[in-house]
Structure formats: structure tokens, C-alpha cells
């Protein structure tokens, strides 16, 4: 991972101390360095915590909302759906507050070398707010539109006992955040039919942190030498999106969503570097020069966000009890590298970091009861795939498989309909350690379980 | 009804909000024998792991280092090592130089330990290597005046240099102590040739006084071997002991001197009987007086300490197979990589001419094809390929590994001793000037070696 060179045997006694002193630096930049694109797999996970909680109703639904799109939502689940809701006006209000909780236990062997620190890890009780804000207008029996915000990717991971972590050189904090600013158009050429186009355009804004460390000592130990952040905000991202919703029957109802993919490009972003003073003189001293040379650093890179397809379709069973099914693929695969480069004074740094992420699917059910006339109860189940290598499985973003159940209670009131839901979301215990071998790209291996509670709450009107 | 429902709604809100306090189950940690993505490789040896060459450490033959090598084949983190700049640091901490004859001169450095151009590396090298370490030196050498050389007024001056425990807090380290705290993933581990080197290159061997007979030599490797473990590392390659009496030092001064077309051979006179080996510092001497009449003048003998006997070298042979039957059965019962370099200097063959065999010594002092250096004990450049070969070989059929070997014909012999200063020795042909004009007449500066190669034996 570091760029040492491999001088030739000429020796010039000038030059060869000179380039030494080259190589010492370089060597610890390369740490650095390595420190920091160590840090970078966690964007691509983003994906992997992808969010799909845009509305109440679709959260208690398990986001099995595809084929139903009933309410100015639809942005994100459908905007044909926009076809569909009340003449004129709706204006729609999400939010659904996330309690992440990860936890970590390191793998016994090799790995307690090589990560010296605290054996077990769990992150911050942190609080993030997906949210999704919607306003939808509706003509006439044909046309129709809206404009959608939400935030359909992105979270953090920051962790607890940051100086005594054992994955802290990994990462100790990732926060990632993608505002899609979405305006759609929908067309319906029957009453059982509508189709919508419209766009994204995504800006996203990331924060990666981890502290190097230089392993000291014969008590395996690890000393903090500086902290690294990478913080950078995105240049605007566009990308397309279509969508149809079917009515055959007044029973069922089928529904396609597409939102492409984005690449965000992070130009000259700066990553910043602080010593931390060891009290060791000689390491004091060789980290300080570097600290000084690289305050800030200036990064390049780019992060995609995968393209979305979601099919749905929704039954409605009994007079009370409508039934869903969705599935939901994403274009992980199109992740296989990442690059970033750092822009320093005398050698390029760029990096292509190995992600071979395969596609992500979900598999996503909900029933809705007509409870009384003006109250709906919700429940769904999600069965959802990581699209995460085992290998890229580390602090930044542990993802799993998980299965994720919901429910919810919808009031409609004449102009009003409010919507409270919870979901909990299960993830999978999840090892590096296959057979006894670590997989950790990082080397960093042990074992994640996670879980997500997810209270949601939408308000919408119509006028 | 109503009533029924909103009492099922607040139930079901309650459980929300309870569920929400809830965090993660506690994961169970796993156990990893090691990750399939080592990151961190070090050495620990002597002069053979620090990259030693043509009599000194200089850091032109430091990069040829296998373990050098080894990373750089492997695709792993580089090895940062003591890097010693010009002039390098030869016998006694002198300076080889090679005047505007060829002649190789002995110069005087101030300070050798000035010449460590990475003195302030805030951590241990990588590469553990210390010219001269013995066995014993391993566990227990913290400083020159600690190792095992000091007691025979000889301390080892490369401890001070590489361990620097003066500025490595928390000092008092040895070089096993700053291995593991590296952590190193992968190691290999060469260790007991200056057990044996310093009996031989001095002419008289003898097991007990400068040979550490078997037995005893066995307790202290276990006791190595054993420490090693606890390092973790997920590999460890270990190398046996190359034999002595076959390498360029022992081989190159032929025994006596042809002298018609028939190859009638007169041997030179000498105090021992049985004489099977002349010495390489003999080779500067020889002449005229040490033939005996009427084919020279019959004047001199070679002392006892230019020469093995047929019995001195076997001893020494015998001691190194004690040496090597010890290290094969460990290395199986610990399940680590058996390095067989022992086997690799055998099969390079005896023929002088054969290439990649010998001090390839010419009038033209051309090493260009050697797998020895200038010093007829220590690998050429070529030589540490071969040797980085041997590891990886171990380490891939041992462990699994699919590192490439190095392609050894791509690798040039271009480090030798440096001009004299003040010479004004322009070199013609950039790198390739690195290599000296070589005659036997330099052979003398290399008197030195014995001493210096079995430090306190």
C-alpha cells in the first residue's frame, strides 16, 4: 500500500542520505495515507445502509409501497402514484429517526497483534433523521407532478472509547449524507394507468475519521500518533428516474420504479491531520514534521450511489385487508473500485480500492387492515441481502444480511392523514473470520451484530 | 371498540419505545488463525538478513535484502531497515574502498554510527538482521557491550547501531523484543552461523572453543524458537545453516600452484598436515616462498589459521548437519516453513566457472555471475535472490502462499566497494560503475573479515 521506492545500488553519499531521509517520510506517509483510503470502503457501504424509510406509511409497510404510492410519498416509492392522489394540492411531511446500535468483538489470534486496544467495540448512541418532504400536484385526470427531498442514502457509524478502540486506526468515525432534490412528471392516459419521469440531483457530503497508530512496545501496544479526517462535500450529481403504476383490476395494482445511479465527485476535498502527542520523544518528533507538511491534504475521489429498481404489487384480499409484495434490486455490482487521490507535493498517492460488491436485493411484504373508516393498522416484514463482501465488513460500515419487521397506524381524517410506524431492523451476527482465516481487507477481523430501531412519522394535507 | 383499539395502539407504542432502548446482542468473538491479507513482514537473523555484502552493510546490498525481496514479490508492506550510507561499514567498523589500481584499501570511519541515515525511525526496522548476532545474542544482546561478543573484548558494535535502545524507548530491548513488537503477520527467522563462522574463517576450529558444539547450540535455539512463537506470527519461515567450508571464502585459493601443461599441481607449504581448504586472505599472500624449492623458494608456510584441515572441515560439517537435523525436526513440530538453504548452496554446484556458483574473481574483477559477493562468505545480489527464492518456495508450499519467485537472471550483481575518496574516480557508465576494479592484491583488506565475521567467537 505504500509507494517506497526501490533505489539502485549507485551510492552517492549526498544523495543517498537525502533520499533516505525520503523514504523514512514517505514510509510514514504511506501509513498515513493507508490510514485514510483504509477509511474509504466505508462510503461505498453507504449503499449497504441504504435507506428506505422516506415515508410513514411505506416504513409500517415494510416499504412495500411500490404498487401503492397513495400518498405525495410517491416521489420516492412510485411517482406515477402522483396520478392518483387528490386534485390540487398535498403537501407530505416524513420523518423517521434511526437509533443505530453496532457492536463489535474482536477475533482472539492474530488480529489482538495487529489491532492492539479494546476487544469489544460499540458505537455512540447517536440519533440520524431520515427524512422526506413532498409536495405533489395533481391538474387533471392526466397530468400531475411533484418535487420530492429525501435521503435515501447515508448514516454513521461512530464509535465509543475513540483512543482505545481497537479498530480506531480503521475508523473511528463515518457519516455519510445524500440529499436527493427530485422533481417528477406523470402522465395518465386512462384512469388504470400512469407513467412518470423525472430527476435526482443528489448532493452528498461525507466525514471519514480514524487515528494512526505506530505499534510500540513489547506489551502490544499501539500509540496514537495523529488523527486523520477526510471531510468533503460532493459537486452536484443528476440522474433520471421513471416510474409506472398499474391498475388492472380494482383489486390489483403492479408498480415499477426506477432511480439511476449517481456518481458523486469529490474534488479537493480536504483531509486534515492533528498530532497526537505520544510523550515519546522520538516518535513526537517524526510524526510532527508530517503533521506540518500535510495540514490539509487535498482529496479527489469519487462514490457512486447504485441505481434502484423496485417491482411491487398489491392485492387487495378482503374488503379490509390489502396484501404487498416488493422486490427491490440495486446496482451494487457497478461498485467494484473506488478511487481516490491525494494530491501531495512530489508523488501521486491515488489509490483504487477493491469493493466487489455484488447487487443488493430486498425482498419487502406488507398488509394493511381497514381498522374503521378513518384508522389503517400496517405490518411488514423486509428480508434483505448485503451486498457487502465479507472482506470489506469493518468499523466504517458492518453491513449483513437483516430482516426488518414494521408496523403502523395511519389516521385520516378530511384534509389530514397522520401516520405513526415503527420498524426494527435485525441484522445478521456477522464474522471476517471464515473457517478460521480472517478476511478483513484491513486485516481487522472479528464479529458485528447490529440492530436499527426506526419510530416514523409522517403528516400529510391536502387542499 | 374504539376504546379496544386505542388500548392496542398505546400497547404497541409502549413496546416501541421499549424496544428502542434495546442495543445490539454482545457478537461473540471469533478466532483467527491469521487474515488471507498479510500486511506486515519481518526478519530476524544476522549479517544473511541484513543484507551484509562484499564485507560490509552499505545500503546498496541492504535493498538486495531477501527480505526485501520477499515483500516486493509478495506485494506486502515494505520492510524499513537500518540504512547505512556511504561509505558502508566493514571489518571493525572500517570503510572498504577500492583505490585507482583496484586495490582494495581498509579506511577508518570516525563514526559509524553516524552513517545510519535513519536513526530517528521512530520504531524497530523490519528488518531485525544484525551483522555478527549469534544465537545467544538473539534473546539476550541489548547494546554492544551486551552481546555475546563483548565477553571476548569484541562487542558488537551493530546492536548499538540497529536496536538503539538510546533512543527506542523503553530501551533494554533486544532484537527478539523489537520483532514482536512489530507484530508481524509473516517473519523468518536465520539464525547460527556465527555460532560456527568464527572457528572456521579462523583456520582452527574447534567445537567447544570457538564452535558452540550442538548440544549446547540446541538449547539456545529452543530457547529462540520457543520465543518466536509468542510473537503469533500467522507464518514463520525458518532457515537452516548453509554449509562453510563450501562457500567461496574456503574455495577459491586453490591448494597449491600448476606449473606445467600436464596440471601438475605443487602445493603450497603450510604448518598443517592434510590441508583441504586455503583461506581467501591467503590468496593476496601467496607467492614465490611459498612454493617449495625447486618449483619456489621454500621460504614461507601458511599458518595454521589460512587453512582447514580435512578434519577441521569436517568437523565443522558436522556441526553445521547437527545444527540443521536439530532446526528440520523443530521446524516440523512447530509446523513452520522449512527454509533449506543448506540444499540451495549445495545444488549451485562446485564448478568455479559454473554460474551462480562462485566468487567469480577475475583480473577484470568482474562478480557480475556470482551468487557470492566479494567476501566469499555473504550472497551477492544474486545470491539474496536465490536465498528470497528458498523462503518463498517454504512459505508457498508450507502455508499455502503464491508468491512469485524472483526471476534470478534479472537480478545484477552492481553493489561492490566504493573508489577511494579523492580519487576523482569518475564513473563512466552510471550504475554500472558501482562495480570496483577487483585484483587479488586487494584481498588483503579482507584480513579483517575473520575477526569481524565471528564477532566474540
Redesign the interface.
Known amino acids: 500500500?505504500?509507494n517506497?521506492r526501490?533505489?539502485?545500488?549507485?551510492?552517492?553519499?549526498v544523495e543517498?542520505?537525502g533520499e533516505?531521509?525520503e523514504?523514512?517520510l514517505r514510509?510514514?506517509r504511506g501509513l498515513i495515507v493507508s490510514a485514510l483510503l483504509l477509511a474509504t470502503p466505508l462510503v461505498a457501504m453507504a449503499g449497504g445502509f441504504n435507506i428506505y424509510e422516506m415515508g410513514g406509511r411505506a416504513t409500517a409497510l415494510g416499504g412495500a409501497f411500490t404498487a401503492t404510492a397513495d400518498d405525495p410519498s410517491a416521489i420516492f416509492y412510485n411517482p406515477a402514484g402522483t396520478a392518483f392522489l387528490h386534485r390540487g394540492w398535498e403537501v407530505s411531511l416524513n420523518v423517521s429517526p434511526t437509533?443505530p446500535?453496532?457492536?463489535?468483538?474482536?477475533?482472539?489470534?492474530?488480529?489482538e497483534?495487529?489491532y492492539?486496544g479494546d476487544?469489544?467495540g460499540?458505537t455512540k448512541d447517536n440519533i440520524f433523521f431520515p427524512s422526506g418532504a413532498y409536495i405533489t400536484y395533481r391538474r387533471d385526470e392526466h397530468w400531475s407532478g411533484g418535487f420530492g427531498f429525501f435521503t435515501p442514502f447515508g448514516l454513521g457509524v461512530e464509535w465509543q472509547n475513540q483512543d482505545t478502540f481497537s479498530g480506531r486506526s480503521v475508523a473511528t468515525n463515518s457519516q455519510i449524507q445524500g440529499l436527493y432534490f427530485s422533481p417528477v412528471i406523470t402522465y395518465s392516459p386512462e384512469p388504470s394507468f400512469a407513467m412518470s419521469v423525472g430527476a435526482n440531483f443528489v448532493k452528498t457530503s461525507l466525514t471519514l475519521e480514524n487515528i494512526a497508530t505506530?505499534?510500540?512496545?513489547?506489551n502490544?501496544d499501539a500509540l496514537n500518533i495523529m488523527n486523520v479526517k477526510l471531510d468533503g462535500s460532493a459537486n452536484w450529481a443528476a440522474s433520471a428516474s421513471a416510474a409506472i403504476l398499474w391498475k388492472p383490476t380494482e383489486k390489483m395494482n403492479f408498480g415499477i420504479n426506477y432511480k439511476g445511479g449517481v456518481t458523486n465527485e469529490f474534488e479537493n476535498e480536504g483531509a486534515s491531520f492533528t498530532q497526537i502527542m505520544t510523550g515519546?520523544s522520538?516518535?513526537d518528533?517524526?510524526?510532527a514534521p508530517l503533521v506540518a507538511a500535510y495540514d490539509r491534504m487535498d482529496v479527489s475521489g469519487k462514490l457512486n450511489f447504485p441505481a434502484i429498481v423496485s417491482t411491487g404489487a398489491r392485492i387487495q384480499a378482503t374488503e379490509n385487508l390489502a396484501l404487498m409484495a416488493d422486490f427491490v434490486w440495486f446496482d451494487w455490482s457497478s461498485f467494484r473500485n473506488v478511487n481516490l487521490e491525494l494530491a501531495s507535493d512530489t508523488d501521486t498517492l491515488s489509490e483504487q480500492l477493491r469493493e466487489d460488491y455484488t447487487d443488493g436485493q430486498a425482498w419487502r411484504f406488507g398488509g394493511e387492515y381497514q381498522?374503521?373508516p378513518s384508522?389503517r393498522g400496517m405490518a411488514g416484514l423486509v428480508i434483505d441481502n448485503s451486498p457487502q463482501p465479507v472482506?470489506s465488513v469493518s468499523p466504517i460500515l458492518p453491513d449483513a444480511d437483516r430482516i426488518d419487521y414494521s408496523?403502523g397506524?395511519t389516521y385520516t381524517a378530511e384534509h389530514f392523514e397522520l401516520t405513526?410506524a415503527?420498524m426494527?431492523v435485525n441484522?445478521d451476527?456477522r464474522?471476517t473470520?471464515v473457517d478460521?482465516?480472517?478476511?478483513?481487507?484491513?486485516?481487522f477481523?472479528?464479529?458485528?451484530?447490529?440492530?436499527a430501531?426506526i419510530?416514523s412519522v409522517g403528516a400529510t394535507y391536502h387542499f | 371498540m374504539r376504546s379496544f383499539h386505542k388500548r392496542i395502539a398505546l400497547g404497541l407504542l409502549i413496546a416501541a419505545l421499549t424496544l428502542a432502548g434495546c442495543s445490539a446482542d454482545d457478537p461473540s468473538a471469533p478466532t483467527a488463525t491469521g487474515n488471507v491479507f498479510p500486511v506486515h513482514f519481518a526478519a530476524l537473523g544476522n549479517s544473511l538478513t541484513a543484507g551484509f555484502m562484499n564485507g560490509g552493510l552499505i545500503e546498496g546490498g541492504q535493498n538486495a535484502s531477501f527480505a526485501r525481496l520477499i515483500v516486493k514479490q509478495a506485494g506486502w508492506a515494505d520492510v524499513a531497515q537500518p540504512t547505512i550510507s556511504s561509505p558502508g561499514i566493514g571489518p571493525s567498523g572500517s570503510a572498504l574502498y577500492v583505490d585507482e589500481t583496484g586495490a582494495v584499501t581498509v579506511d577508518t570511519v570516525a563514526n559509524p554510527l553516524a552513517l545510519l541515515a535513519n536513526s530517528t525511525y521512530p520504531v524497530p526496522y523490519d528488518n531485525m538482521g544484525v551483522p555478527g548476532a549469534t544465537t545467544w545474542d538473539v534473546l539476550n544482546a541489548t547494546s554492544a557491550e551486551t552481546s555475546q561478543g563483548a565477553a571476548a573484548g569484541q562487542p558488537n558494535g551493530f546492536f548499538d547501531m540497529i536496536l538503539r535502545n538510546g533512543g527506542l524507548p523503553p530501551g533494554g530491548t533486544t532484537q527478539f523484543d523489537q520483532v514482536k513488537s512489530l507484530h508481524p503477520e509473516v517473519m523468518t527467522l536465520w539464525i547460527g552461523s556465527n555460532d560456527i563462522l568464527g572457528g572456521a574463517t579462523g583456520g582452527d576450529p574447534v567445537v567447544g572453543q570457538n564452535i558452540t558444539p550442538s548440544a549446547t547450540w540446541e538449547a539456545l535455539v529452543d530457547a529462540v524458537f520457543d520465543s518466536v512463537e509468542t510473537i503469533g506470527a500467522r507464518e514463520v519461515a525458518v532457515a537452516n545453516i548453509p554449509g562453510i567450508p563450501t562457500t567461496p571464502y574456503f574455495t577459491t585459493v586453490p591448494l597449491g600452484q600448476v606449473i606445467d601443461t600436464m596440471g601438475t599441481t605443487i602445493p603450497w607449504e603450510t604448518d598443517e598436515e592434510d590441508v583441504a581448504y586455503i583461506l581467501l586472505p591467503a590468496g593476496s599472500i601467496l607467492d614465490a616462498t611459498y612454493l617449495p624449492a625447486p618449483y619456489g623458494l621454500g621460504t614461507a608456510s601458511l599458518p595454521s589459521t589460512m587453512t582447514l584441515t580435512t578434519a577441521e572441515a569436517a568437523a565443522v560439517t558436522d556441526v553445521i548437519d547437527a545444527y540443521n537435523s536439530h532446526i528440520a525436526s523443530e521446524a516440523a513440530a512447530r509446523g513452520w516453513a522449512l527454509a533449506d538453504m543448506a540444499g540451495a548452496l549445495a545444488s549451485l554446484g562446485t564448478d568455479p566457472a559454473e554460474l551462480n556458483r562462485l566468487f567469480a574473481w577475475s583480473e577484470a574483477g568482474q562478480n557480475v555471475n556470482s551468487a557470492f559477493g566479494l567476501d566469499g562468505i555473504h550472497p551477492s545480489e544474486k545470491g539474496y535472490a536465490k536465498v528470497a527464492n528458498v523462503f518463498i518456495e517454504a512459505l508457498n508450499s508450507t502455508y499455502g502462499e503464491t508468491i512469485p519467485t524472483v526471476d534470478i537472471s534479472s537480478v545484477s550483481n552492481v553493489t561492490g566497494f566504493e573508489q577511494a575518496p579523492g580519487l576523482g574516480f569518475v564513473p563512466p557508465h552510471g550504475k554500472r560503475s558501482a562495480i570496483p576494479r577487483f585484483t587479488k592484491s586487494g584481498l588483503a583488506a579482507l584480513d579483517a573479515l575473520p575477526a569481524f565475521l565471528g564477532t566474540g567467537r
Open positions: 500500500m505504500n517506497q526501490m533505489p539502485g545500488a549507485n551510492i552517492d553519499s543517498a542520505r533516505e531521509r523514504v523514512h514510509r510514514l437509533f446500535n453496532n457492536k463489535f468483538a474482536r477475533a482472539s489470534g492474530v488480529t497483534r495487529l492492539p476487544a469489544t460499540e505506530q505499534p510500540f512496545g513489547t502490544n515519546v522520538s516518535i518528533d517524526a510524526v381498522i374503521t384508522l472482506g408496523f397506524f405513526a415503527y426494527l441484522f451476527e464474522s473470520v478460521g482465516v480472517g478476511h478483513s481487507y484491513d486485516g477481523d472479528g464479529s458485528y451484530d447490529s440492530v430501531h419510530p
